[in-house]
Structure formats: structure tokens, C-alpha cells
């Protein structure tokens, strides 16, 4: 089940369960979409996944299947990932 991560990992942007600006990667790092698209280009900083949009669960299973409240941030901010030419990314 997804954890619906409460903020940009980037900005610290709030980001409600029924956000639609939410963007996430397969392993659910989380992003608004101003950091996901202007500065990230699409790509997760952290593992170099694919950013798309986070699925908004309905509000009437919030309460048996609640979000989660742990804020993650990252000390280096919305920095693209660099991947070295010929390593794997």
C-alpha cells in the first residue's frame, strides 16, 4: 500500500492525500510537481526512477488506511541525480 509521503522531499511543499500535484517513483520518494518537472526533470534524485503522478486514495479509506505523517527532506535539496558516464544507473 502506498504510504502517501505528507511533503516534497525538495521544498518541503505540503502534499495532502488528495494532492494531485504529488509525484512519486517506485519506491515512493515523493515531490511536488514544480520540483518533479523544473528542477528534477522527471527523474527521482534519489534512485533515478521515473517521476509520475501520486494516485489519490478515496477519502473514505483515509480512515482504516491512513497516510503516513513521517516528513522526509533532503539535506541536499532538488539537485538532478548525475549519473557518470558508463556507470550503471
Known amino acids: 500500500m502506498l504510504q502517501l509521503r505528507p511533503n516534497c522531499e525538495c521544498c518541503n511543499t505540503d502534499l495532502p492525500p488528495a494532492a494531485l500535484n504529488a509525484r512519486i517513483c517506485s ?4 515531490f511536488c510537481a514544480d520540483c518533479a518537472d ?3 526533470q522527471g527523474a527521482c534524485p534519489n534512485c533515478g526512477g521515473e517521476l509520475v503522478r501520486r494516485p489519490v ?3 473514505a479509506k483515509l480512515a482504516n488506511n491512513p497516510p503516513s505523517v513521517e516528513r522526509v527532506l533532503q539535506p541536499h535539496g532538488c539537485a538532478p541525480r548525475v549519473v557518470e558516464p558508463g556507470a550503471l544507473a
Open 27 to 30: 519506491f515512493e520518494c515523493t
Open 38 to 40: 523544473a528542477k528534477l
Open 57 to 59: 486514495r478515496p477519502s
